[in-house]
């Protein structure tokens, strides 16, 4: 894949993806099955998983502080935060994975 955006021109920049939607009261019954659909797409090396009242948080590092991809679920949002990426396009690729497992 091309790389688009060179590594000097990233440095510390957060990129997010987050998409809205209506509630989803389902989601509070199916959180455990929600962790094992994205674990499945494999879009992290490692995940490490929370589950809260309301939502879903996956991270590729057990600490928050050392996370470099978060993708986290509530009732109506999906959030996809990546602190290092390849390029836009494999960006953009994990998350469609992910938004894929979620909706199926």
């Known amino acids: 894949m091309k790389e688009n955006i060179e590594s000097k021109n990233i440095g510390n920049?957060?990129?997010?993806?987050?998409?809205?939607?209506e509630p989803k009261v389902t989601m509070l019954d199916a959180k455990g099955a929600l962790?094992?659909?994205i674990q499945e797409t494999n879009v992290f090396p490692y995940t490490h998983?929370?589950?809260?009242?309301?939502?879903?948080i996956i991270r590729d590092e057990k600490k928050k502080e050392d996370a470099h991809n978060v993708v986290w679920?509530?009732?109506n949002r999906i959030s996809f935060i990546s602190y290092k990426i390849n390029s836009v396009e494999s960006f953009y690729a994990n998350f469609?994975?992910?938004?894929?497992?979620?909706?199926?």
């Open 13 to 21: 920049r957060k990129f997010i993806i987050e998409l809205r939607y």
């Open 49 to 56: 998983w929370e589950i809260g009242q309301s939502e879903v």
């Open 73 to 75: 679920v509530t009732l």
């Open 96 to 104: 469609i994975k992910v938004y894929d497992a979620i909706v199926k």
């Open 35 to 37: 962790v094992e659909k």
